[in-house]
């Protein structure tokens, strides 16, 4: 079974997200991946958006090969909703922070579909029950809570 920890932990904590790329969704100018590939640490494996406006949309962009060694993706305090993370299926993320973002519940579904290490989902709309769920469909993960 997974571990839940508190929220706590959450402030300091470093993650580990891992992204395999598929093409990018027909539509998407190479703008806006420019512009969301500005976050992207210097060895390409990290992106930190926290305290953005980055909303459901640009988690599509991550399926762009600029994002190919992504490990670390930082969600905290953006517009991404239950929506956005369903746009992360088919990547192999390993960690995740949503902290402060407006997921529910009902979008936990889409992260037992990625294989995460870790899950931060403090200061959302996540239940406790939600979080304990969540926690036994991802048995490797530690479920920040």
Known sequence: MGRIVGAMLVISLGFIVGCVRTPAPTGLHAAEIENLSRFLSDDGRQIFLQNTSVGDQAMLLLHDPVFSNLEVLNLQYTRVTDEGISYLRGLPIKAISLHGTKITDAGLIHLQ?????MVV????????EGAERLSRELPEALVIY
């Open 113 to 117: 579909e990625l294989p995460v290490d």
């Open 121 to 128: 989902i403090s200061g959302t709309a996540v239940t406790k």
